[in-house]
């Protein structure tokens, strides 16, 4: 392409390769896939040339979106010392430009809302991965190469542009998300950011996001099991935008990770089940016995190196208390007198300050 000088020439040699990939399209993508990022000018060129063909954009989505879900996210070759060392993958970082590509194609709105729950889903699962990988230090006299969470973001940031969500790119600016879903220690604070913005501002996206992360839950990649936890989590406590039963759905979700391998992902679990005071009413009542033992589980769990999974139990346990009837709590009083008594004072100083339940134990 850097040797054709006619823009005719040009042209109709972009168009011959869409008309190409119509018919080899696993080939050409596979193919796009291998250049080297940043990507040349004549790749993005192509990528978006193919994204002006609708018909032809949506088995692109299909392919990158599977090409996506089949690689791996990161390799751990080594553990270091709070844990495995994750690095980047090629494959996963080059669909997250290629997604970048196609949708800055103007008439690419209408298939991004088509199949926005996919892509966002998708993406946000992406980013999280990302957030926990190492990059390797850069060569000398190298082109500096974008992080793999750089692109994934990038790549969020462009389908939110590209449907014209103005107010959910502007929320999600304001409120710090691109600072904190991209690093290690915050991303699930970032995810929880924009499961509110998501109710906010696509409420009607919410089931079919939701459909699309249920499998992830179970997940054999830890990062991205905290994913979807943080935002099942944030989605309970703004209550499911009214859905009862998406109320239900979540609610069982959650409860069957309580035993998940990661500590992390038990804590937002912990976390989801005591929101379900925010929703009150009937829904309350029907969960909280379930829900107050699985607080008291959780102030009891032996793998709990930070006591992150005991504050948030601890924190769930004072807002359902605070919203059910006090005779829902007397079976657990005296175990939880009895948690609550040998917790460290350091656990146990914010909740033993009177107006709080907790200050006459």
Same mark, same amino acid.
């Given at each position: 392409?850097?040797?054709?000088?006619?823009?005719?020439?040009?042209?109709?040699?972009?168009?011959?390769?869409?008309?190409?990939?119509?018919?080899?399209?696993?080939?050409?993508?596979?193919?796009?896939?291998?250049?080297?990022?940043?990507?040349?000018?004549?790749?993005?060129?192509?990528?978006?040339?193919?994204?002006?063909?609708?018909?032809?954009?949506?088995?692109?989505?299909?392919?990158?979106?599977?090409?996506?879900?089949?690689?791996?996210?990161?390799?751990?070759?080594? %553990?270091?010392? $709070?844990?495995? @060392?994750?690095?980047?993958?090629?494959?996963? !970082?080059?669909?997250?430009?290629?997604? &970048?590509? *196609?949708?800055?194609?103007?008439?690419?709105?209408?298939?991004?809302?088509?199949?926005?729950?996919?892509?966002?889903?998708?993406?946000?699962? %992406?980013?999280? $991965?990302?957030? @926990?990988?190492?990059?390797?230090?850069?060569? !000398?006299?190298?082109?500096?190469?974008? &992080?793999? *969470?750089?692109?994934?973001?990038?790549?969020?940031?462009?389908?939110?542009?590209?449907?014209?969500?103005?107010?959910?790119?502007?929320?999600?600016?304001?409120?710090?998300?691109?600072?904190?879903?991209?690093?290690?220690?915050?991303?699930?604070?970032?995810?929880?950011?924009?499961?509110?913005?998501?109710?906010?501002?696509?409420?009607?996206?919410?089931?079919?996001?939701?459909?699309?992360?249920?499998?992830?839950?179970?997940?054999?990649?830890?990062?991205?099991?905290?994913?979807?936890?943080?935002?099942?989590?944030?989605?309970?406590?703004?209550?499911?935008?009214?859905?009862?039963?998406?109320?239900?759905?979540?609610?069982?979700?959650?409860?069957?990770?309580?035993?998940?391998?990661?500590?992390?992902?038990?804590?937002?679990?912990?976390?989801?089940?005591?929101?379900?005071?925010?929703?009150?009413?009937?829904?309350?009542?029907?969960?909280?016995?379930?829900?107050?033992?699985?607080?008291?589980?959780?102030?009891?769990?032996?793998?709990?190196?930070?006591?992150?999974?005991?504050?948030?139990?601890?924190?769930?346990?004072?807002?359902?208390?605070?919203?059910?009837?006090?005779?829902?709590?007397?079976?657990?009083?005296?175990?939880?007198?009895?948690?609550?008594?040998?917790?460290?004072?350091?656990?146990?100083?914010?909740?033993?300050?009177?107006?709080?339940?907790?200050?006459?134990?």
């Amino acid at each position: 392409m850097a040797k054709i000088n006619s823009p005719q020439t040009h042209t109709g040699s972009l168009r011959s390769l869409r008309t190409l990939t119509i018919h080899h399209l696993q080939t050409v993508i596979t193919t796009l896939l291998d250049y080297p990022i940043p990507l040349n000018p004549y790749v993005i060129e192509t990528w978006q040339t193919l994204g002006q063909d609708k018909q032809l954009t949506v088995y692109i989505f299909d392919l990158l979106l599977e090409i996506l879900s089949r690689s791996l996210p990161y390799s751990e070759k080594e %553990r270091g010392q $709070s844990g495995p @060392v994750r690095h980047p993958t090629p494959v996963p !970082k080059a669909v997250t430009c290629a997604f &970048t590509h *196609v949708f800055g194609v103007d008439d690419v709105e209408p298939l991004a809302k088509e199949h926005f729950h996919r892509l966002f889903a998708a993406l946000l699962i %992406r980013i999280g $991965s990302c957030a @926990v990988i190492t990059e390797p230090a850069p060569g !000398k006299n190298k082109v500096a190469e974008p &992080t793999s *969470v750089s692109c994934a973001i990038e790549a969020m940031k462009e389908l939110l542009n590209s449907i014209n969500t103005e107010a959910f790119l502007k929320t999600a600016t304001e409120e710090g998300v691109w600072d904190t879903i991209g690093t290690p220690d915050r991303y699930s604070e970032g995810v929880t950011t924009m499961a509110w913005a998501l109710c906010r501002h696509a409420p009607e996206e919410v089931p079919k996001v939701v459909s699309f992360l249920t499998p992830i839950l179970s997940n054999l990649y830890e990062p991205q099991r905290v994913v979807t936890a943080a935002f099942f989590a944030e989605l309970i406590n703004q209550q499911c935008l009214g859905d009862m039963n998406l109320v239900e759905l979540l609610m069982n979700s959650l409860l069957g990770r309580l035993v998940d391998s990661s500590h992390y992902v038990r804590m937002l679990c912990v976390r989801g089940l005591g929101n379900i005071a925010s929703i009150g009413g009937e829904q309350l009542k029907k969960y909280t016995t379930t829900v107050l033992s699985a607080m008291m589980a959780g102030m009891d769990d032996k793998e709990d190196p930070h006591d992150l999974i005991t504050l948030e139990a601890m924190a769930g346990l004072s807002k359902v208390i605070d919203e059910s009837e006090n005779r829902t709590f007397d079976p657990f009083s005296s175990t939880f007198a009895f948690e609550f008594g040998r917790a460290s004072r350091k656990i146990r100083l914010p909740f033993a300050r009177p107006p709080s339940l907790f200050s006459a134990i």
